[in-house]
């Protein structure tokens, strides 16, 4: 168990409302991350962290904003919600074994009308 | 050609069968490479890493072949239990910090 919790852990939302989905977790890992998950695309790169307040683009920017202002917490913004941003959402932190490897929460289910 | 691919399956194959998968990546220069497995509904959970002399975790092992540029999971004696989605994943480029990229899943099916 990685620690990570996300919340909400469901959430539908309305076409051009601003949503935030946190994520949260508790063994103070520097990297943190956000996916969503498609079929048909398996899971693809939002944006990443590498520290409080350093954030940089993964390869499905668009739309989405970041925030990190404590080691603990890495919130994912939809300015304006869209329908094509209805998916899964997963927050990862990376390990600590020297691999690379990553570990994930539990994920949000968003919906947008 | 894709970063990852992986055959999506399904595979059906009944209790106590071997079963491997493949995967192929595109980029030379990775070099951190992993087998994940998703349960319908839940996160993606690491099932092992992948090195270059091989390795193997009880039922299960894993190969990388550089010079081709696959990856192999083989799964002995299934259990109904080992019925999930299991992903490829390799690192973009280099060693480190870099992100990851995931393949699309091989869905496995074990039948009693």
């Known amino acids: 168990d990685a620690g990570i919790t996300q919340s909400p852990r469901h959430k539908v939302t309305e076409t051009g409302t601003p949503v935030t989905l946190r994520c949260h977790q508790t063994e103070n890992h520097r990297y943190m991350y956000w996916y969503r998950q498609d079929p048909g695309h398996g899971l693809r790169l939002i944006h990443y962290s590498y520290g409080v307040k350093d954030t940089d683009k993964g390869e499905v920017s668009d739309g989405y904003s970041v925030s990190r202002s404590k080691t603990e ?3 994912l913004t939809l300015e304006s919600a869209t329908s ?3 998916s899964v959402y997963f927050c990862a932190i990376k390990g600590t074994s020297g691999d690379n490897e990553q570990f994930f929460g539990p994920g949000t289910r968003l919906t947008v009308l | 050609r894709k970063e990852v691919e992986q055959d999506p399956g399904p ?3 009944p209790e106590g069968a071997t079963v491997a998968f493949n995967c ?4 030379s220069a990775s070099q951190s490479f992993f087998w994940y497995r998703q349960d319908c509904r839940k996160e993606p959970k690491l099932l092992m890493s992948v090195y270059s002399s091989g390795n193997e975790d009880g039922r299960f092992t894993a190969q990388l ?3 081709s540029q ?3 999971l083989l799964i002995r004696d299934s259990k109904l239990s080992d ?3 299991y992903l490829c994943v390799v690192n973009r480029w280099g060693s480190g910090n870099t992100p990851l990229v995931f393949g699309k899943g ?3 099916s074990v039948i009693a």
């Open chain 1, 73 to 75: 917490d890495f919130l």
């Open chain 1, 84 to 86: 094509s941003q209805t």
């Open chain 2, 11 to 13: 595979f059906n194959v």
């Open chain 2, 24 to 27: 192929t990546y595109s980029n």
């Open chain 2, 65 to 67: 072949n550089r010079a």
């Open chain 2, 70 to 72: 696959y990856i192999s």
């Open chain 2, 83 to 85: 019925s999930a989605t």
């Open chain 2, 106 to 108: 091989t869905r496995l």
